[in-house]
DNA sequence: GGTAGGATGGGCT
DNA sequence: GCCCATCCTACCC
């Protein structure tokens, strides 16, 4: 897809998007159009992270240093550090004051993908480039540096394109995690070649086809 | 086609 | 000190 087009035929996410309960977001936000500087990509799969009894949410804790941004208002990056060498994008959602985020698990290239592919030489297959939370940030040059931004103004967004495809959602279990396995919050565009895991979606079990 | 294991550092108890 | 919302490589069918 060309820029020209991605900007003149889409319309930046505003915060009331934003504002809504998780899942409902999470869902949502299949097929929107991520934008990082001149890097783009159609988000094919995300997870929800619930505020209050959802252990494996990092804000399950309360509020820390690390945190805050999830309890802050929506529309706001939450980016975090795992493992030692990975960073992994969210964004708040929900009313300032609870502890909703969506985790952006893989985008299908858009625009950008020869930045893409010189930021990560090793993979061959344009699908792959942004597939798996750590793989995309890398893609997408996000750090930490990005979190707490706004994402409805800047160079980090999210685009409705006016003439949206319809998707197919496919529901599982979430991916990587211990706590609360068994919910069914992980959401994919069904058959779609970038999302994680590949078309066999063995990591987690299908819960809705 | 598949999987086992290691890299690596910050957050929190 | 232990946990962790991951990924890549090596190696085996």
Known sequence: MEWREITRESRILPRE????????????LLGKILVFGRVAGRIVETEAYL????????SARGITKRTRVIFGPP?????????????CLNFAVGPEGTGGAVLIRAVEPVAGIGIMHRRRPSVH??????????NLT??????????????????LVVRELKKEPRVEIQVTTRIGIRQCADLPLRFVIKGNAAVSGG??????RTIVG
Do not use: C
């Open 138 to 155: 890398k893609a997408f040059g996000i750090t930490r540096a990005q979190n707490g931004v706004d994402v409805t103004r800047g160079t």
């Open 75 to 87: 529309g706001h990056a939450y980016v975090y550090f795992i493992y030692g060498m990975h960073e």
């Open 17 to 28: 998007f934003y504002d809504r309960d998780t899942v409902t977001v999470s869902r949502e």
């Open 199 to 204: 078309k066999s979606l063995v990591t987690g």
């Open 51 to 58: 505020g209050g009894d959802d252990l494996a949410s990092h």
């Open 125 to 134: 297959s344009v699908a792959r480039l942004a597939s798996g939370p750590g």
